[in-house]
């Protein structure tokens, strides 16, 4: 397993869950790893500090899945963006010549 950054802050109960389904409780220092789930039960809450220079939060009550999308950051960050911009490329393409695009 790969880590991908560590426990920064924990208050009460945070539970690690890993890609085969085996549960840890976690403390502050402890590593995480890709593809792991985090959830925190409803008075606890975490914080993780990613290798990459990031920092995910888990409220109280809430689970977060470390997948590609939270600990990945390179030059094509997927903010929704770069999808709208693409979406409507292709409405134009697709377009007929004279009519309005509604996106």
Known sequence: ???IGSINAVCGRVTGVDE???ARVLRRGESVFADDTLVAALDAAASVR???GGE?????GKLVVLDADVFEHDDCVDDGSLCLADVRRVLRWLQPAGRQSVA
């Open 1 to 3: 397993m790969k880590a």
């Open 20 to 22: 085969h389904g085996r």
């Open 50 to 52: 990613l290798l990459s």
């Open 56 to 60: 995910v939060f888990v409220a109280r």
